[in-house]
């Protein structure tokens, strides 16, 4: 009877340690998860790209001269022939468009459109008073002394301490983005290089479209060296 006793006995201790085992057999208890905590970890790395941003994205010429008679200009109206007009003004060293440019190291280059009359008809060609039509070249003012002709036009850019320049419908070097010469861009490590820029139109000597509304676009580009 004694001998039963203890085989129950040892039947009923291998029981319960066989129930508190662990599901992989591991004699020990799983252990208790607590709380966590984390850090997150920033990262910066060089810029590989090159962009430019202009502002504002619309501007609106005036300060305009020249013309003649019934035609002269206005304050705020080209006449002609050869009348001019202003984004800003080189006098009283006003420079409204502000260029910013921004990534690895480059150029920015620069470029204008014909200018659109309102109603779609004929447009003014950009021209410019140096070069020659040859080729991809410059499209050559027509008019006398070197002045667009007709249904022509020429468009400058200029900023201060740095000379006036005439845009074409290439891109080139923008000369007025960098003061010291030229149009490299080279800003500090993660910064930007910021140029202020006018605009100086000079209008055809006659027109065929009679529109009293037109519009052209300056285009900035980002360039690699």
């Known amino acids: 009877m004694r001998n039963a006793v203890i085989v129950v006995v040892a039947i009923l201790i291998v029981l319960f340690l066989f129930a508190r085992a662990p599901a992989d057999g591991s004699p020990h208890d799983t252990p208790q998860t607590g709380p966590s905590s984390s850090t997150t970890g920033h990262l910066s790395v060089v810029p590989t790209i090159r962009s430019i941003t202009v502002s504002p994205g ?5 300060g305009c ?12 109206a080209m006449g002609y022939p050869n009348g001019s007009c202003y984004v800003g003004s080189i006098t009283h060293q006003s420079y409204p468009i502000t260029v910013t440019y921004s990534g690895l190291p480059g150029e920015v280059y620069v470029t204008g459109t ?3 009359p309102a109603d779609g ?3 003014w060609a950009l021209c410019s008073p140096q070069g020659t039509s040859q080729g991809n070249g410059p499209t050559l003012c027509s008019g006398g002394e070197g002045l667009p002709g007709q249904d ?6 200029f900023a201060q301490g740095a000379n006036s320049a005439v845009l074409t419908t290439t891109a080139a070097c923008d000369q007025e983005f960098d003061t010291g010469g030229g149009c490299t861009a080279s800003p500090a490590e993660f910064s930007k290089q910021t140029q202020h820029e006018g605009l100086l139109l000079t209008g055809p000597k006659t ?11 300056v285009t900035w580009t980002a360039i690699g060296p």
């Open 121 to 123: 008809g004929k447009q």
């Open 58 to 62: 619309s501007v609106q010429f005036g």
């Open 207 to 217: 027109w065929d479209d009679h529109s009293t509304s037109w519009t052209m676009t």
């Open 152 to 157: 022509q036009y020429w468009v400058e850019n």
């Open 114 to 116: 014909n200018a659109v």
């Open 65 to 76: 001269t020249g013309g003649s008679g019934a035609t002269d200009s206005t304050q705020r």
